[in-house]
């Protein structure tokens, strides 16, 4: 399993603890909030010298949407608690050694009314082939 895909799975199955919906790319429209879409940045493998990519660095993009700023908070403070410093198996072939963030910084979007704030992180995984 890639390790985006490892990450999409596991985000679907947390969607209750973080209290949040989770979409790759592009959310459907008219979707309730909180939601949040993320996407891949950069993804940075290290090869071994055996020629394999055993373990590497990823850099994705959320970006946390809701209509009141409160709710906009609980669902970021809940994803960095869970996310921020840990080491998780996003499934049985990858481990996030330990993840950072970088670049936050909030919005508003006047047409939808929504908060937005956007948090790119960093996970250096693990893969277990």
């Not at 490892?6 to 429209?29: D, M, R, V, W």
Request: hydrophobic residues 30%; glycine residues 6%; aromatic residues 14%.
């Amino acid at each position: 399993m890639t390790v985006y895909k490892s990450i999409a799975t596991y985000l679907k199955g947390k969607e209750t603890l973080l209290g949040c919906t989770y979409y790759p790319l592009q959310a459907p429209q008219n979707q309730s909030s909180p939601y949040c879409v993320f996407s891949v940045e950069d993804d940075r493998p290290e090869p071994t010298h055996d020629g394999g990519f055993q373990h590497g660095q990823v850099v994705v993009q959320f970006d946390f949407y809701a209509t009141r700023l409160e709710t906009l908070d609980n669902a970021v403070s809940a994803f960095k608690e869970h996310f921020v410093g840990q080491s998780i198996d996003l499934s049985e072939t990858v481990t996030q050694a330990y993840a950072v963030t970088d670049n936050e910084f909030d919005g508003f979007t006047e047409p939808t009314n929504l908060y937005i704030r956007s948090i790119d992180l960093n996970i250096k995984y693990i893969k277990n082939n």
